[in-house]
């Protein structure tokens, strides 16, 4: 980001503080919308794989929309604050060419970084001392919905939203320039596995748990059990941390496999799916197009 120099310095953050909002805005909204399409298209399948029998209300909806609006301001700042420190030559991330294995590389150690201060601050948060004023909000969700996705209240919204920028000064302060298409894959996967996370459905194939492969991911039953139990499974994107620590709740697997049942395509089944791919192949097309031509 380069700032015109003859801006006053309050001006700068007020044009800049919009776009960065909107960037964040954007994902919450994108994704939420296409994880509550996908359950509202695919009913029958959505309802056989739903984890519990409650419902959320319809306050669930309006107070986890506003609450991640409010999380996203808090974003936008931290956002802002990291293109700032990069401005200060403080941080440092660049947007030049890069060989596609390392920037990979950067948003795996990336990843892997975020499920060690996410399961840590997530312990921290559920302490006496710090949950009633920190955490006491994401929980009020009690039936996770993809609107779950950034309910925060502000000093959870602060610590969740401290990560990157903490991150990038540790990796900064080690000599890395970090590349910035790494941060951007980050940040994606991030809200991705969020939402997948608050889904209310399982998403994950059958058998996913029991899988040597694959059965260290954390599905969308992994976190619904603590925000139905509260006291097992901390982790957000990996099961490591929960193993290592004891906490990951005792029937998990068990009621994996009683929710992930095989999917069966019927009929009408697979003419949904035809015409949802038929549409999300236009929409990329479309995007592309646009994007092309933006370009050029
Ligand atoms: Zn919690
Ligand atoms: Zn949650």
Known sequence: MS???????????????????????????????VMFAIIVIFKGWAERRRIQERRAKREDYLREISSSIRTVFFFGITTLSTLFLREAGIIRFHFDSFPIAIMLLQAVAMILAHDTYFYWMHRALHTRALYQATHLHHHKSRTPTPWTAYSFSVWEAIAEAAFVPLYLLATSLLGVAYIGMAILV???????????????????????????????????????????????????Y??????????????????????????????????????????????TVTLSGGLASMVA
Do not use: C
Not at 192 to 215: F, L, Q, S, T, Y
Not at 244 to 257: A, I
Not at 271 to 280: D, F, T
């Open 3 to 33: 700032l015109p120099e003859n801006l006053p310095l309050f001006d700068k953050i007020a044009e800049h503080m919009l776009d960065v909002m909107y960037f964040d805005l954007f994902r919450y909204i994108v994704t939420a919308s």
């Open 186 to 236: 980050f940040i994606w996967f991030q809200i991705i596995r969020n939402v997948m996370g608050h889904a209310g459905v399982e998403v994950m194939p059958a058998g996913w748990v029991d899988n040597k492969w694959v059965g260290w991911i954390n599905t969308t039953t992994h976190h619904d059990l603590h925000h139905s139990t509260f006291n097992h499974n901390f982790g957000l």
């Open 238 to 283: 990996f099961t490591w941390w929960d193993r290592w620590m004891g906490t990951e709740h005792p029937q998990y697997k068990e009621r994996f496999r009683a929710v992930a049942k095989p999917l069966v395509v019927s009929p009408r089944l697979a003419e949904k799916l035809s015409v949802v791919m038929m549409a999300g192949l236009a929409s």
